[in-house]
């Protein structure tokens, strides 16, 4: 299923990001809300892995559920002290509604040609994310 296209405001740098850009590349989203105790536990190893990863192959990219959010100030300061990867900022729930997120966190796995590879729910296993990722890579 090819991915839906969308372009969202970065949440901590001007600027927006449209998804079609990287076509050609393998993009990895991942979104959260900064109450979420599943997040505070997944988004400190995506951040290794981002560390780690080709940026000229892989595009990732974390998306704040901001209709999720409590309050305004909570994703600017959960992304301020843990993350350093680009941070979007979805309008309400729009884009997480477009991808069918069922919960928090989301990631999703785009290949290559913009097909949308894997789509891992709250509960998944980190180890299974990589995987399917380096079957990507591949």
Same mark, same amino acid.
Request: charged share 25%; net charge negative; glycine share 6%.
């Given at each position: 299923?090819?991915?839906?296209?969308?372009?969202?405001?970065?949440?901590?740098?001007?600027?927006?990001?449209?998804?079609?850009?990287?076509?050609?590349?393998?993009?990895?989203?991942?979104?959260?809300?900064?109450?979420?105790?599943?997040?505070? +536990?997944?988004?400190? =190893? $995506?951040?290794?892995?981002?560390?780690?990863? &080709?940026? #000229?192959?892989?595009? @990732?990219?974390?998306?704040?559920?901001?209709?999720?959010?409590?309050?305004?100030?909570?994703?600017?300061?959960?992304?301020?002290?843990?993350?350093?990867?680009?941070?979007?900022?979805?309008?309400?729930?729009?884009?997480?509604?477009?991808?069918?997120?069922?919960?928090?966190?989301?990631? +999703?796995?785009?290949? =290559? $040609?913009?097909?949308?590879?894997?789509?891992? &729910?709250? #509960?998944?296993?980190? @180890?299974?994310?990589?995987?399917?990722?380096?079957?990507?890579?591949?």
């Amino acid at each position: 299923m090819l991915a839906p296209n969308f372009t969202l405001p970065y949440l901590n740098q001007e600027g927006h990001y449209t998804l079609s850009e990287d076509l050609g590349k393998i993009v990895i989203l991942t979104y959260w809300a900064s109450w979420c105790p599943d997040c505070s +536990v997944d988004l400190p =190893k $995506k951040e290794q892995l981002y560390q780690s990863l &080709d940026h #000229q192959e892989v595009k @990732m990219l974390t998306v704040n559920v901001t209709g999720r959010e409590r309050n305004d100030s909570a994703a600017k300061q959960f992304t301020n002290k843990y993350l350093t990867q680009p941070t979007l900022a979805d309008k309400g729930t729009e884009i997480y509604d477009l991808y069918k997120c069922k919960g928090v966190p989301t990631t +999703v796995l785009i290949d =290559k $040609k913009g097909n949308i590879h894997k789509q891992f &729910d709250d #509960q998944a296993d980190f @180890m299974q994310i990589i995987a399917s990722l380096g079957e990507l890579l591949r």
